[in-house]
């Protein structure tokens, strides 16, 4: 069960309207790396999870990332509250007002003309949210990498929207959005260390002398070693054969008499005649000198 708080986990002080930085931040509210995706990511998560522990992390992070939602989502209507009654209202000529939706080569008159200034489950492109953000599988072990992951991300755009923004309002709060994405990173870590036997992911066990082989596959230039190809538990292979496995490297499959009545049949129907050469439409076509 869920109860609205009306008042905001961090309070927004936004300086002056600016719909293009609005249209911007919505790549948090709608986008991959945004607060919703995270929302629901952890939320489900939640719900399938076994460990107590675990189940209630989840489910307060996923409620703390809808709070993140409503702060963003805010930002956004109070950056646009100026355009949206202007627009609606009509208040200026109308080649005034589009130079103000489109300004700085901004994209936010489609955020006001479609969504009326309110922030839209869309990225700062334009693009809808959807459900193909969620990545989750259900083993926690991979999960929780996953949601690593996905914090170091959303914290890194956090950054750059602080960058192009000089507002101190708005900086602020972002700035406190960004630091929540480094404590859940924090507890997904410490939850993660916390499963015994935690890699690799799943249960059965690796093939020992190909998960301790890092292929040197590129050519060109010397071999720079270092930890993730030579060290602990990983041994550099400069040459690795071809096929690893010491067979012929073809692949093959058991066919019934009838299956290869089949195949031998369409393989003589569509069978090619390199003795052929004739002249295509692209040569019909081309404009004799």
Do not use: C
Not at 17 to 24: C, M, R
Request: charged residues 25%.
């Amino acid at each position: 069960m869920f109860m609205h708080n009306k008042r905001l986990q961090y309070t927004v002080r936004v300086s002056e309207t600016d719909p293009g930085l609005a249209n911007l931040l919505l790549e948090q509210f709608g986008g991959p790396q945004g607060e919703l995706a995270a929302a629901m990511r952890y939320f489900t998560q939640a719900v399938a999870e076994e460990d107590a522990g675990r189940k209630d992390m989840l489910y307060d992070i996923a409620t703390e990332e809808l709070s993140h939602l409503e702060i963003i989502g805010t930002i956004v209507a109070m950056l646009n509250r100026g355009a949206k009654g202007e627009l609606a209202e009509a208040v200026d000529e109308q080649a005034e007002l589009y130079r103000k939706l489109n300004g700085a080569g901004n994209d936010s008159h489609v955020t006001q003309v479609l969504y009326g200034g309110g922030p839209s489950l869309t990225n700062s492109a334009g693009v809808p949210w959807t459900a193909a953000y969620i990545d989750s599988l259900g083993e926690p072990t991979a999960d929780l990498r996953s949601n690593i992951a996905a914090e170091a991300r959303a914290k890194i755009i956090y950054e750059r929207l602080i960058n192009v923004s000089d507002d101190p309002g708005v900086r602020d709060a972002l700035g406190f959005l960004m630091t929540r994405e480094v404590s859940h990173q924090k507890s997904f870590e410490k939850a993660l260390y916390a499963i015994n036997g935690n890699f690799p992911p799943g249960k059965l066990p690796p093939v020992p002398e190909f998960s301790d082989a890092y292929f040197k596959m590129s050519r060109g230039g010397p071999i720079v070693q270092a930890p993730w190809n030579s060290g602990t538990g990983l041994e550099l292979v400069a040459d690795p054969p071809v096929p690893v496995d010491g067979g012929d490297g073809n692949a093959s499959v058991n066919l019934t008499d009838a299956e290869l009545e089949a195949l031998e049949a369409m393989k003589t129907r569509l069978a090619s005649d390199p003795a052929v050469d004739p002249p295509t439409g692209a040569e019909l076509g081309e404009k004799k000198a």
